[in-house]
C-alpha cells in the first residue's frame, strides 16, 4: 500500500496529553437514515397481527369463504369490513384485542380472497346467509359468545344479523362510522367518489402510498397490512386495480341502509356506536340515545376506517365493551333459558 495516500498521525502522543476538548455538536443524535417510498409503503404480512388464516367452504355451493383468526380465549370479536375493504381492515387492532379475546375477520363475498358464485351480489340479505354460514360452518349448533362488529358495509350487515334474532349466543354489537341517515344521503354521490379514485397502480407500494397520502387510510402500518388484499394484478392493464368493482353493486346499497335505524334498536343485545365525526342522529337514533338503548361514542382524529385509523384506541373501546357488559366466553347464561345456538327466526 502506498503511504503517500495516507494522512500522516502525529508520534509524539503520551498518555498524559490533556484530552481535546468535545465538540459542541458530539451529544447531538445523528438523524435515523431516511427510508425511501417503497420501503416506507412496503406490505406487512397478515400474520404480523392474525395467528392463521382459513378457506371456510360452504357445503352444497361453490362459495369459499376467507378468514383470518387470532387469539385463544374469551368471547368472538367476529368483524365485518366495509365495502372495498377486506378483513385485514381490522389487523393492527386484532394484535391487541387477541391479548383477552378471540378474533374472526371475515373477506365478505366479493373481497379479499373469498370466491363465490356471483361477486357482485352484495345485497344484504345473500351477505347476512353468508355470514350464518361461515359461523355455522366454524362452530357448529355451539357457537361461543359472539361480539358482531362491522365497518360502513359491514356495519349494515352486523345489525341485520343481530335484528334477526337467529344466532342466540350474539352477546354485543358495535357499529363502526355508519348511520342510517348520512348514508342514505350520500349514495347520490358514491359513483362519483369511486370514479375519482385513482384506478391504476403499478405496483402494491404506490397503492398504499396513494391510500396514506389521499387521506383514505391515516395509519401507515394498517394500510400497509390492509391494501393489498384490496387489490389484484390485471394482466391485460400490466397494473393492480381494485379487486372489488363497487361501481357495479349500485342496486343494492340502498338496501344496506334503509331501515337500519330501527332494526340497530331492536336488536336485543348491548350495542355501541362509534362514529369518527359528529354525525347527525336520526329522530329514531336521537330517542333511542336518551332512552339509554345504546352507547354512542364519537371518536376524534379519525377518517371513516376509525379501526384502521386508530387501531390502539379502536381495540380500547372493544375491550372496553367487552368488559362493561361481562361477556365471557360462553356469554351470560341464564338457567333455565338455553336453548340452540341456531334457531329459526
Not at 156 to 181: C, M, N, W, Y
Not at 317 to 325: D, Y
Request: with cysteine; aromatic share 8%; hydrophobic share 40%.
Amino acid at each position: 500500500m502506498d503511504s503517500s495516500h495516507m494522512t500522516s498521525l502525529p508520534e509524539d502522543i503520551t498518555d498524559d496529553q490533556p484530552p481535546q476538548p468535545a465538540s459542541v455538536f458530539a451529544s447531538v443524535p445523528q438523524r435515523p437514515p431516511t427510508k425511501s417510498s417503497s420501503e416506507k409503503y412496503a406490505p406487512l404480512d397478515w400474520s404480523d397481527y392474525f395467528d392463521k388464516e382459513d378457506d371456510v367452504a360452504i357445503p352444497e355451493s361453490n362459495d369459499v369463504f376467507h378468514v383470518y383468526m387470532a387469539g385463544t380465549e374469551g368471547p368472538v370479536v367476529f368483524c365485518l369490513h366495509g365495502g372495498g375493504y377486506s378483513g385485514l381492515s381490522f389487523s393492527v387492532s386484532t394484535g391487541i384485542i387477541k391479548e383477552k379475546a378471540r378474533v374472526v375477520s371475515m373477506d365478505l363475498r366479493g373481497h379479499g380472497k373469498s370466491v363465490t358464485d356471483n361477486d357482485f351480489d352484495l345485497s344484504v340479505e345473500t351477505m347476512c346467509n353468508d355470514v350464518f354460514a361461515v359461523m355455522k360452518e366454524l362452530y357448529g349448533d355451539s357457537p361461543p359468545a359472539i361480539i358482531l362488529v362491522g365497518h360502513s358495509m359491514g356495519g349494515s350487515v352486523a345489525v341485520h344479523v343481530a335484528a334477526k334474532r337467529i344466532l342466540s349466543t350474539l352477546a354485543g354489537l358495535i357499529v363502526v362510522d355508519v348511520v342510517e341517515g348520512t348514508a342514505m344521503a350520500s349514495l347520490i354521490h358514491m359513483q362519483k367518489i369511486l370514479s375519482n379514485r385513482m384506478q391504476h397502480f403499478s405496483s402494491i407500494e404506490k397503492a398504499i402510498e396513494w391510500s396514506v397520502r389521499a387521506g383514505t387510510l391515516r395509519n401507515i402500518d394498517s394500510a400497509r397490512v390492509s391494501v393489498p388484499a384490496t387489490l389484484k394484478y390485471d394482466d391485460t392493464k400490466k397494473c393492480y386495480v381494485y379487486r372489488t368493482e363497487l361501481e357495479k353493486t349500485e342496486q343494492y346499497w340502498k338496501g344496506w341502509y334503509e331501515g337500519l335505524s330501527d332494526k340497530f334498536l331492536s336488536s336485543p343485545v348491548p350495542k355501541l356506536l362509534l362514529l369518527a365525526g359528529t354525525d347527525r342522529l336520526d329522530k329514531s337514533l336521537t330517542i333511542g340515545q336518551m332512552q339509554g338503548k345504546f352507547q354512542m361514542i364519537v371518536v376524534r382524529h379519525t377518517g371513516h376506517a376509525i379501526q384502521e385509523d386508530v387501531p390502539d384506541e379502536f381495540a380500547t373501546l372493544v375491550l372496553n365493551f367487552i368488559s362493561r357488559n361481562q361477556i365471557g366466553p360462553n356469554g351470560v347464561v341464564i338457567p333455565g333459558l338455553l336453548k340452540p345456538a341456531f334457531s329459526k327466526p
